[in-house]
């Protein structure tokens, strides 16, 4: 998040496509969202958020987040911001950082498409994980609260918060691999040996057991608000992807910086960690492990790891598809895993 308040912008650039009416939103946020004083201004953010999210201001300054469905035709399961607002909601009692939320409308006849609202989090977006901007001190701060956060998630009882029925039960592996390995084959743009070989040793080493746990589906770190100058985060953003699943296939994703180089995608595998006072894979899974009570994965070898790592790579591989597919068709694929 920026930190400077939202320049005032031209309503009619605002009421163009996909962009609010900012009348009839002063309107709703006078009935609905408590502590709002006159009319709104917006700011849509940018960095390739998959459902339009603006920065809205009252004329006393109050700021606040909204996230709206795109218009369009869309596929049936994506961009279900309704599920966005009910895990955020269903969170704000658990220590897990998240925005408050303030209000969710289905009226089309407000903007258009169904929305939410949720407070204005101040404070800074790393999008590199070596995090050039901290000193090596924070940068061991920051990854140990990260890793606080995830295990907190892990951790959180699905059935105490309301979210029982959040996700299909059972078979998440097999079911995820399946979902993933279909999306990736009708986004392909070529054929790559690599991920075939990936596809079917994935279907050959499927990993034994289930588990359910809240799945935000997304846990890079630039989807977190780290303090304005504390090396903590204060809100998980973007649980567009979020459903019940199993917490290793999540913390995997979440791990693939480790893996990946900064050529590749916002990895660090050839960097100097240890230089930088960032944990090596070893340190960080074991830290999880410590806080979430597990002890089926050795962090050494990987054991259990390496199948949720190998299927975090072909959701990866599989989302890089999907761009180049997507550049010349205009219907938005990103669904909620199932």
Known sequence: MTRSPPPAVDDRRMNGHDNPDLGRLTAYFERHVQGTSGALVAERFTGGQSNPTYRIADSAGHRFVLRKKPSGVLLPSAHAVDREYRVLK?????????????????????????????????????????????????????????????????????????????????????????????????????????????????????????????????????????????????????????????????????????????????????????????????????AYCSRVGRRDVEPRSGRSMSPMRCFGSQRSCKASSSVRWMAPHSTSTRVKPG
């Open 90 to 286: 269903a969170l704000q009692e658990t220590d897990v950082p998240v925005p408050r939320v303030l209000a969710y409308c289905d009226d089309p006849r407000v903007i258009g498409t169904p929305f939410y609202v949720m407070e204005f989090v101040e404070g800074r977006i790393f999008w590199d994980p070596t995090l050039p901007e901290l000193s090596p001190a924070d940068r061991t701060a920051l990854y140990e609260d990260v890793n606080r956060m995830v295990a907190t998630l892990h951790r959180v009882d699905v059935g105490a918060v309301g979210l029982g029925d959040y996700g299909r039960p059972g078979r998440f592996m097999e079911r995820q691999i399946a979902r993933w390995t279909k999306q990736y084959l009708a986004a392909a743009t070529e054929p790559i040996e690599a991920m075939d070989r990936l596809i079917h040793w994935l279907s050959a080493h499927m990993p034994p057991g289930d588990e359910s746990a809240v799945f935000h589906g997304d846990l890079r770190l630039d989807n977190m608000i780290v303090h304005p100058v504390e090396p903590r985060v204060l809100a998980v953003l973007d649980w567009e992807l979020s459903t019940i699943g199993h917490p290793l296939a999540d913390l995997a994703y979440h791990m693939l910086p480790w893996h990946l180089t900064a050529q590749q995608f916002r990895g660090m595998a050839d960097k100097p960690l240890a230089a930088l006072g960032i944990p090596s894979e070893n340190q960080y899974l074991r």
